[in-house]
């Protein structure tokens, strides 16, 4: 019989549709299309068979563990000089790099999106949030994240990878999270093989939101940090067993330490009294310990005390007395988080992985939180009005011994400490303008390919290189299409060349910032920054007095102008020196925000005045009642 | 303030161009592989020149019925009592008696094939089904090496994207063998093929006391809490079921 060529000499009325068959032939692992290479004969004894090799990650390449704390200042962990013991953090960090100077974008879920995708959060529609009342009908805030900007997991998974993500994931629409999907914006449609979890943006600790895969499930009443550090563990040991040496990624994203503020009291013990002598004597402290490991420079100053915030020497007994509570049970909580991370590379080290594994360790993704508000929380809805000062207070002192336990629903803690932990800088999370929301810490670890152990670095970075630094290191091409769709381009820049040289020039040379009225824009060391009027304090404090806030007016926010190079944590306002200076970033931020989808420029007072998304689902249903459908806990009637 | 309509073409900057694609990519929706360049909303500066748009998710079509495939296995033309055989089968007999009974209907006269044939709408060859997807019966040519490829989109998939949301429980039985796996790849597994829930074994054979069960993209070999050795055993156990039960299929065909 005659061999013939898969596409040539067939004279059958089927012709066409065997072509058509031979031209889709699809193998391998990502389904795209690959040319068949065999020889089709009549009979087997005719032809060649051909099976391409399913696709491998290229030799060597590491295993990626990618771990996002949730609203950590840059001065909480002992790792970079806080008070707040994190000995994995620390035995990471001396056996890598401290990355000093990276960025994230101020607040969760732009953050997260940015992350993810390699891209800045408002080009892939996440200036806000995915939940329906911090979302609006436009390209840059309506909250889901397009296909054509993949995800790591779906780089990573494209190119021979398992893909796995615990904990938080904070990118899903609310309309989508439920039982009927649709499922293409859970992670798992998103790039990850399996996802264990929680779809939103903060969640009960011991009776968590919990999702797996598609499916919700019912939590069993442990803390979600130690399910989802066995999940993670679960998943690698089953890959490895199914598939030895095949690389993963774990994208590892605890719901800790955001509030609710939760954690086993005998994480809280060691920390009684720890914290009496206040958190002005915390802010002298940390900066001592960041001089001292070198983590910012010899000559570096604290910014003035908040104007909101109290003298500790000034607080009454009882104000002590709980505030202190508060931070003992933040600094358990986050301890207990460092340990349960702990566990997870020690596992990596016990079956042999841990010098063949790429660690990223963001501690925050956000600055220190303010949501606690002036006093802390322990109930109090996240934004809730009309309660004075003092009101709260007493409520707290009555129920001080709920704070840190299950019952204590949405326990956070006062500005004062959130202040104190996020030493050396001015502000907080949510304030884009400033380095105090968006500057975190940065570990990486590299076994097999950090020689500089122990080492720092300086080189401005942001939350948008980590994806193609952990391209460049695993030597992986960020696809031109992924699943048929053509893929926008990344637009974080890879800090790779800085692993091994400390003076390797940053590439990353302008990044905005905009979280709900308050932005900046960095080049080359130097920023301008609005703070937006009124603030979110401001605008709650209105609100609660049943007053009309102050009418927000982008156009007199006042701007200020720093130079990093020099001042670091922007002491030194040059606006008035360099006037210029400020013109063009003002201009830049302007191009930037059109090229990135920021615009509209939608503020606090838009998100609590119901003014966006005002959808007919959600008519007649106020704010309060929203926030408490997107936090709740696990629905035990309609799991499993 | 000056109003901006997404498709801008006044601006003027050097990332025109960026912007533009920017936008012609903005995607709302289900879908997420249809953009939508008729973005209907307004962009200004503040939310005060701005309007929202909000496309509507995808729907089916107004009072697009419930869709059930039921496909049983391995039964003759003659054995239900709903076709005149004399094993009781009130169920059918219900179902055929207040629908219809086609009498000339086929199949492709074994397993694999049928069911890939049935989820794609094309023939079994063409969807590279003509055997098996197991290793042992196919083979590295386009009709035969088991692999659905994703242009020839399933049910599932179709429906699915039309609104539906989509649910297999059961006998699955075209994943390849070496994707069967805790290591994967997912994308010939019933949740990568259009299924929102999978709940079945991914093999052609199974016991039906003890079956190869898989939720999603989990094997469902004990509880979900870490208890490495214990496991490691089932796992085993379970691995080495399915490769008898492959080979048991050889036999029998």
Not at chain 1, 59 to 80: Q, Y
Not at chain 1, 118 to 124: A, I, K, L, T
Not at chain 2, 207 to 215: F, G, K
């Amino acid at each position: 019989m005659k061999n013939f060529k898969n596409t040539t000499t067939i004279k059958s009325s089927g012709k066409g549709l065997l072509i058509t068959a031979l031209l889709v032939a699809q193998f391998g692992f990502a389904q795209e299309q690959q040319e068949f290479k065999g020889t089709i004969g009549k009979t087997l004894a005719d032809s060649k068979e051909y099976w391409p090799d399913p696709v491998k990650a290229p030799k060597g390449a590491p295993n990626v563990v990618w771990i996002l704390l949730d609203d950590v200042g840059f001065g909480a962990a002992s790792a970079f000089g806080g008070l707040i013991n994190t000995p994995t953090f620390d035995n990471l960090a001396n056996n890598g790099l401290r990355y000093t100077n990276f960025h994230t974008t101020a607040i969760c879920a732009p953050t997260r999106a940015a992350l993810l995708t390699g891209r800045n959060s408002g080009r892939v529609h996440v200036s806000g949030f995915s939940h329906t009342i911090l979302s609006a009908g436009f390209p840059g805030w309506d909250g889901r994240i397009p296909s054509d900007k993949g995800t790591i997991a779906e780089i990573l998974r494209e190119n021979g990878y398992n893909t796995f993500a615990v904990g938080k994931y904070g990118v899903t629409p609310d309309e989508d999270a439920t039982d009927a999907g649709p499922f293409d914006r859970w992670p798992t449609g998103k790039g990850f093989d399996h996802f264990y979890g929680f779809l939103g943006s903060q969640t009960d600790q011991y009776n968590p939101d919990l999702v797996e895969d598609q499916v919700h499930i019912k939590p069993d009443g442990r803390h979600l940090n130690e399910l989802i550090t066995d999940k993670a563990i679960s998943y690698i040991q089953k890959q490895q067993k199914a598939a030895p040496g095949k690389p993963f990624f774990l994208y590892y994203a605890p719901g800790a330490v955001h509030a609710p503020h939760q954690v086993a009291e005998k994480w809280v013990e060691p920390y009684k009294g720890k914290f009496d002598e206040g958190w002005d004597v915390y802010r002298e402290k940390v900066l001592a310990n960041q001089k001292k490991l070198g983590t910012i420079p010899a000559n570096a100053v604290l910014p003035e005390r908040n104007a909101l915030i109290t003298e500790w020497k000034k607080l009454t007994p009882d104000q002590k007395k709980v505030y202190a509570r508060f931070m003992e049970v933040y600094a358990g909580f986050l301890t207990y988080t460092d340990y349960e991370i702990g566990r997870v590379v020690d596992y990596l080290k016990q079956s042999g992985q841990l010098d063949n594994t790429l660690i990223f360790v963001a501690i925050g993704d956000n600055g220190a939180s303010k949501e606690g508000t002036l006093q802390g929380t322990i109930n109090q809805s996240l934004f809730s009005q009309g309660k004075s000062d003092e009101e709260n207070l007493q409520s707290n002192l009555n129920n001080i011994g709920e704070i840190g336990t299950a019952k204590g629903l949405n326990t956070n803690y006062p500005l004062g400490w959130a202040q104190a932990t996020n030493a050396p800088f001015k502000n907080w999370k949510q304030d884009a303008h400033s380095e105090g929301g968006t500057r975190n810490p940065l570990i990486v670890f590299y076994p097999n390919g950090i020689k500089d152990k122990g080492g720092i670095r300086n080189q401005y970075s942001h939350v948008t290189d980590l994806l193609p630094t952990t391209l460049a290191i695993t030597g992986i091409k960020a696809p031109e299409y992924i699943k048929g769709i053509k893929q926008d381009i990344i637009q974080g820049s890879s800090f790779q060349a800085s692993l091994d040289n400390p003076k390797a020039e940053s590439l990353h040379k302008v990044q905005y910032y905009y979280i709900f009225g308050n932005r900046a824009i960095y080049k080359d060391g130097w920023k301008a920054s609005a703070a937006h009027l009124p603030d979110s304090f401001a605008v709650k404090q209105s609100l609660g007095k049943n007053e009309k806030p102050v009418a927000s007016n982008f156009d007199t926010d006042v701007w200020e102008l720093y130079n990093l190079n020099e001042d670091f944590n922007e002491r030194n306002n040059l606006a008035k020196k360099y006037p210029e200076k400020l013109a063009e970033l003002q201009k830049l931020f302007d191009e930037q925000a059109k090229e990135n989808n920021v615009y509209p420029l939608i503020d606090w007072q838009d998100v609590y005045n119901r003014r966006i998304h005002n959808t007919a689902a959600d008519k007649g249903k106020t704010l309060q009642d929203l926030v408490k459908q997107v936090t709740k806990p696990a629905d035990t009637e309609t799991t499993k | 303030m000056k109003k901006i309509k997404n498709n801008i073409t006044n601006l003027k900057t050097p990332q025109k161009g960026l912007l533009f694609t920017a936008i012609l990519f903005a995607q709302f929706g289900f879908g997420q592989s249809k953009p939508d360049p008729n973005y209907k909303g307004v962009v200004g500066k503040t939310l005060a020149d701005s309007k929202e748009y909000w496309i509507e998710p995808v729907k089916a079509p107004e009072g697009a019925p419930n869709v059930v495939w039921i496909l049983l296995d391995d039964v003759g033309f003659g054995a239900t009592s709903a076709f005149g055989g004399l094993i009781n089968t009130p169920t059918f007999e219900k179902l055929a008696n207040n629908g219809l009974r086609y009498t000339n209907f086929h199949t492709t006269a074994i397993c694999a094939p049928t069911r890939s044939a049935l989820l794609t709408g094309r023939n079994s060859h063409a969807v590279h089904v003509g055997g098996f997807s197991h290793t042992s019966m196919s083979a590295g040519f386009p009709g035969w090496d088991g692999r659905l490829p994703s242009s020839a989109g399933t049910i599932a998939e179709i429906l699915r994207d039309n609104g539906y949301n989509t649910f297999a429980v059961g006998k699955y039985g075209v994943t390849p063998d070496e994707d069967a796996t805790d290591a994967g790849p997912f994308d010939r597994w019933p949740t990568g093929k259009g299924f929102e829930h999978f709940y079945g074994f991914l093999g052609s054979q199974t016991d039906q006391y003890n079956p190869d069960l898989v939720e999603d993209q989990t094997w469902l070999n004990g509880s979900t809490k870490l208890n490495g050795a214990e496991k490691d055993k089932s796992k085993k156990r379970i691995y080495n079921r399915f490769k008898r039960q492959t080979f048991k299929r050889i036999d029998y065909r």
